[in-house]
């Protein structure tokens, strides 16, 4: 009797050990982070870049969905802003009232960020954005949960600025002070910013700012604008635009017989070169855009050797989703970047440091990245300023490159150190916008 | 002197014709939405999405199946056309004698399943025609073929649809309906048969519309939303059903825009258009040419 009974207690230790070790791995498999991802897949912005960052998170992050992150699994929840900076906030707070998600992640117009930025904060969640640049997003917002690797607008405007300002003398034989510059941009956040960083560049080289103008980039019609461009006779145009009001303005200038020396984007449209040539032709020829390095140009030899192999994992899977592209757009690889260095610095450190994935711990494992120059896909560092800073949530080392299109190839030409050829400049004579 | 040589100078010239030219786009794309409200008493919501879908007939047809534009722009405005009677036979037939309302937003449904179909079988790329035609250049003034044609197709539009109203047994049935809805079918007009007339030829505008602003615009589901308010705008400001009353205000509303762009802020161009609108609303609210009662 004494066997059976120490035979039954046995056995019914062993199922209760059993139950609570089954509990226990479900617990430990219940440990995952919810990663809610918003870009714009319908409307004018899903067509001017925003599908194409979309597809750069989604690669990375569906590698991470199979593997999982430090014993927690990764689930991402897509949603569709649909161009629209109201449907930004309310699918927002949809993914983490009713979706629950720990996180959001995405955001490529600076229209929607600004405000969905704020509401999210308002709510204490995580926010990491990829993509939009619109100094207005951060600056003397101080807030604690909205964290952005990505440079910021007006450091866009004065890397294009500084870029001239470089060459003023030497490609287009004018001393700044005698060079006209004219800014014109789509008048949402992200417009409004970069100009403001073209007008400070222009003013810190000391150019003659002849004609600054904003537009809806919706508007039908952009001659007026074109003909007051040909009044001021600017030797070098500054453009912030998205799509389609780049190719319409493109159009129009060529029609109108707009003539400058050097024609220079900002992002957005025209990080799209196979859009820019299907919309302007061969006026895309010798065009010059700002953006961060696509990781496909960055220098690999100066790079964390654990990179080239997701760049090239990166261009195979983007290759899948969109095969035949000329030249693979910067803004894959930017939200593919970005993403990655979430999903391998921040949340780690998140959950080993800080406990888990709950708002704290990661604004606490952001807030400690200190990664050097060459730490990422897009070549630059990334580091946070502590709280209470003017720009909080912004990263200190990152900056855009000027890149320009030469005979369907793309190449960085500022800044010196990451430039792979001389610039064109100016526009050789025979081409649609030169002034020569 | 020389201020005045500042303001008046070519480039003002050069505004005032893109103005004039532009004038014909808009005048092209109300010229369609006019007759339909004029003899329906119907306003199409939808409007510019049906220019949108034959934006993308001229694009697949010139691009994908290498069709010559002048070849493929027959075929897009038939598409259109028959786009605007299926239109008519499917949500505005069953709908007449609702409360106007009730049209409206069914019109608006229309609008939104369109740009939603186009999302989903175009995708949400923008489609280039990839045709660069030559520019006009008189001294330092240049000017756009492809609006010098919108303009052209613009004033033969509205002649055509003109002579057609006045001149021919449907036309002069289309205004008698236009008039009178109840009388007419009274008198033995079939009236089903004149309101499907009516609808594929306001497709076959908003076709027209499209094969010309094809040459001007990518195509996108959201080209629409660029041209569809302002084409209401100046229907109302012509007089709703007014085909010269629409294709004035397509002149003065454009002159607005092009000349208040060149003085001001662009911007300023198109928020002195719109107060201009509402002071006219005022002013005339039946439109710019409505005749007093």
């Given at each position: 009797?004494?066997?059976?009974?120490?035979?039954?207690?046995?056995?019914?230790?062993?199922?209760?050990?059993?139950?609570?070790?089954?509990?226990?791995?479900?617990?430990?498999?219940?440990k995952?982070?919810k990663?809610?991802?918003?870009?714009?897949?319908?409307?004018?912005?899903?067509?001017g870049?925003?599908e194409l960052?979309?597809?750069?998170?989604k690669?990375?992050?569906?590698?991470?969905?199979?593997?999982?992150?430090?014993?927690?699994?990764?689930?991402?929840?897509y949603?569709?802003?649909?161009?629209?900076p109201?449907?930004?906030?309310?699918?927002?707070?949809?993914?983490?009232?009713?979706?629950?998600v720990?996180m959001?992640?995405?955001?490529?117009?600076?229209?929607q960020?600004?405000?969905v930025?704020?509401?999210?904060?308002?709510?204490?969640?995580?926010?990491?954005?990829?993509?939009?640049?619109?100094?207005a997003?951060?600056?003397?917002?101080?807030?604690?949960?909205?964290?952005?690797?990505?440079?910021?607008?007006?450091?866009?405007?004065?890397?294009?600025?500084?870029?001239?300002?470089?060459?003023?003398k030497?490609?287009?034989?004018?001393?700044?002070?005698?060079?006209?510059?004219?800014?014109?941009?789509?008048?949402?956040?992200?417009?409004?910013?970069?100009?403001?960083?073209?007008e400070?560049?222009?003013?810190?080289?000391?150019f003659q700012?002849?004609?600054?103008?904003?537009?809806?980039?919706?508007?039908?019609d952009?001659s007026?604008l074109?003909?007051?461009?040909?009044?001021?006779r600017?030797?070098?145009?500054?453009?912030?635009g998205?799509n389609?009001?780049?190719?319409l303005f493109?159009?129009?200038?060529?029609e109108?017989?707009?003539?400058?020396?050097a024609?220079?984007?900002?992002?957005?449209?025209y990080g799209?070169?196979?859009?820019?040539?299907?919309?302007?032709?061969?006026?895309?020829?010798?065009?010059?855009?700002?953006?961060?390095i696509?990781?496909w140009?960055?220098?690999?030899?100066?790079?964390?050797?654990?990179?080239?192999?997701?760049?090239?994992?990166?261009?195979?899977?983007f290759?899948?989703?969109?095969?035949?592209?000329?030249?693979?757009?910067?803004?894959v690889?930017?939200?593919?970047?970005?993403?990655?260095l979430?999903?391998?610095?921040?949340?780690?450190?998140?959950?080993?440091?800080?406990?888990g994935?709950?708002?704290?711990?990661?604004?606490?494992?952001?807030?400690?990245v200190?990664?050097?120059?060459?730490?990422?896909?897009?070549?630059?560092?990334?580091?946070?300023?502590a709280?209470?800073?003017?720009?909080a949530g912004?990263?200190?080392?990152?900056?855009p490159?000027?890149?320009?299109?030469?005979?369907?190839?793309?190449y960085?030409?500022?800044?010196?150190?990451q430039?792979?050829?001389?610039?064109?400049?100016?526009?050789?004579?025979?081409?649609t916008?030169?002034?020569? | 002197?020389?201020?005045f040589?500042?303001?008046?100078?070519?480039?003002?010239?050069?505004a005032?014709i893109?103005?004039?030219?532009?004038?014909?786009?808009?005048?092209?794309?109300?010229?369609?939405?006019n007759?339909?409200?004029?003899v329906?008493?119907?306003?199409?919501?939808?409007?510019?999405e049906?220019?949108?879908i034959?934006?993308?007939?001229?694009?697949?047809?010139?691009?994908?199946?290498?069709?010559?534009?002048?070849?493929?722009?027959?075929?897009?405005?038939?598409l259109?056309a028959?786009?605007?009677?299926a239109?008519?036979?499917?949500?505005?037939?069953?709908?007449?004698t609702?409360?106007?309302?009730?049209?409206?937003?069914?019109?608006?449904?229309?609008?939104?399943?369109l740009?939603?179909?186009?999302?989903?079988?175009?995708?949400?790329?923008?489609?280039?025609?990839?045709?660069?035609?030559?520019?006009?250049?008189l001294?330092?003034?240049?000017?756009?073929y492809?609006?010098?044609?919108?303009?052209?197709a613009?004033?033969a539009?509205?002649?055509?649809?003109?002579?057609?109203?006045?001149?021919?047994?449907?036309?002069t049935?289309?205004r008698?309906?236009?008039?009178?809805?109840?009388?007419?079918?009274?008198?033995?007009?079939?009236?089903?048969r004149?309101?499907?007339v009516?609808?594929?030829?306001?497709g076959?505008?908003?076709?027209?519309?499209?094969c010309l602003?094809?040459?001007q615009y990518?195509?996108?589901?959201?080209?629409?939303?660029?041209?569809?308010?302002?084409t209401?705008?100046?229907?109302?400001?012509?007089?709703?059903?007014?085909?010269?009353?629409?294709?004035?205000?397509?002149?003065v509303?454009?002159?607005?825009?092009?000349?208040?762009?060149?003085?001001?802020?662009l911007?300023?161009?198109y928020?002195?258009?719109?107060?201009?609108?509402?002071v006219m609303?005022f002013?005339?609210?039946?439109?710019?040419?409505?005749r007093?009662?």
């Amino acid at each position: 009797m004494p066997v059976r009974k120490a035979a039954r207690l046995f056995v019914g230790l062993f199922a209760a050990m059993a139950v609570l070790g089954m509990a226990a791995d479900a617990e430990a498999q219940e440990k995952k982070i919810k990663i809610g991802v918003i870009y714009d897949l319908t409307g004018p912005l899903a067509g001017g870049g925003s599908e194409l960052q979309y597809i750069g998170a989604k690669i990375v992050l569906d590698q991470y969905v199979k593997s999982g992150v430090e014993g927690y699994k990764v689930e991402a929840v897509y949603a569709d802003a649909q161009s629209k900076p109201d449907v930004a906030i309310n699918e927002a707070v949809r993914l983490i009232e009713q979706e629950k998600v720990d996180m959001l992640l995405g955001f490529y117009s600076s229209a929607q960020c600004v405000p969905v930025a704020g509401r999210v904060e308002q709510l204490k969640k995580f926010m990491w954005i990829t993509t939009c640049i619109s100094s207005a997003v951060l600056d003397g917002k101080n807030y604690k949960y909205v964290f952005r690797p990505q440079a910021s607008g007006d450091q866009f405007g004065m890397m294009t600025m500084d870029f001239i300002a470089q060459n003023s003398k030497a490609k287009l034989g004018k001393e700044p002070k005698d060079l006209r510059v004219a800014i014109i941009h789509e008048d949402g956040a992200y417009g409004v910013d970069v100009a403001k960083g073209n007008e400070a560049g222009a003013k810190k080289a000391g150019f003659q700012i002849v004609l600054k103008e904003g537009y809806s980039a919706t508007a039908p019609d952009l001659s007026a604008l074109v003909t007051k461009l040909k009044r001021a006779r600017p030797d070098v145009l500054f453009h912030t635009g998205y799509n389609p009001d780049i190719t319409l303005f493109g159009r129009q200038a060529r029609e109108q017989g707009l003539k400058v020396a050097a024609l220079i984007g900002h992002g957005a449209g025209y990080g799209v070169y196979e859009k820019l040539k299907e919309g302007l032709g061969v006026d895309a020829n010798y065009v010059f855009n700002t953006d961060p390095i696509s990781i496909w140009a960055a220098n690999q030899k100066t790079m964390d050797p654990k990179l080239p192999p997701v760049i090239k994992m990166v261009g195979e899977e983007f290759d899948k989703v969109k095969p035949g592209v000329a030249i693979r757009s910067a803004h894959v690889g930017m939200a593919a970047s970005n993403t990655y260095l979430f999903l391998t610095d921040v949340l780690p450190r998140a959950i080993k440091k800080y406990g888990g994935v709950d708002p704290e711990a990661l604004r606490k494992a952001a807030l400690d990245v200190d990664v050097p120059e060459g730490g990422t896909m897009l070549g630059f560092g990334v580091k946070f300023p502590a709280e209470g800073a003017q720009m909080a949530g912004q990263n200190e080392r990152s900056f855009p490159v000027v890149i320009q299109y030469v005979d369907d190839k793309s190449y960085v030409v500022w800044p010196k150190s990451q430039a792979v050829r001389e610039a064109v400049l100016p526009l050789p004579k025979g081409t649609t916008f030169s002034n020569q | 002197m020389q201020g005045f040589l500042d303001i008046f100078d070519i480039y003002l010239l050069e505004a005032v014709i893109n103005g004039i030219l532009l004038g014909g786009v808009l005048a092209l794309l109300a010229l369609g939405l006019n007759l339909i409200f004029g003899v329906i008493d119907v306003t199409w919501i939808c409007y510019a999405e049906l220019v949108m879908i034959g934006m993308y007939g001229m694009y697949y047809m010139v691009q994908v199946f290498g069709l010559p534009y002048w070849a493929a722009a027959p075929f897009a405005i038939m598409l259109v056309a028959a786009l605007g009677a299926a239109l008519h036979y499917f949500v505005i037939a069953p709908l007449l004698t609702a409360a106007p309302i009730n049209q409206l937003l069914a019109t608006g449904g229309v609008l939104f399943i369109l740009q939603s179909f186009a999302t989903v079988a175009f995708g949400i790329d923008f489609r280039n025609l990839g045709i660069r035609l030559p520019v006009l250049t008189l001294g330092e003034m240049h000017f756009s073929y492809s609006r010098l044609l919108s303009f052209i197709a613009a004033l033969a539009g509205m002649i055509v649809v003109y002579l057609f109203m006045t001149r021919t047994f449907t036309g002069t049935a289309i205004r008698a309906i236009a008039q009178d809805r109840q009388i007419m079918s009274l008198m033995g007009v079939d009236t089903k048969r004149i309101y499907l007339v009516t609808s594929a030829l306001g497709g076959a505008l908003a076709g027209l519309a499209a094969c010309l602003l094809v040459l001007q615009y990518d195509v996108h589901p959201f080209v629409g939303l660029s041209f569809g308010p302002i084409t209401f705008l100046i229907c109302v400001l012509g007089g709703l059903g007014n085909f010269i009353g629409g294709f004035i205000a397509a002149f003065v509303f454009a002159e607005i825009i092009s000349l208040g762009g060149l003085f001001s802020d662009l911007e300023w161009g198109y928020v002195l258009a719109f107060a201009f609108f509402i002071v006219m609303m005022f002013i005339r609210p039946a439109g710019l040419m409505a005749r007093r009662s």
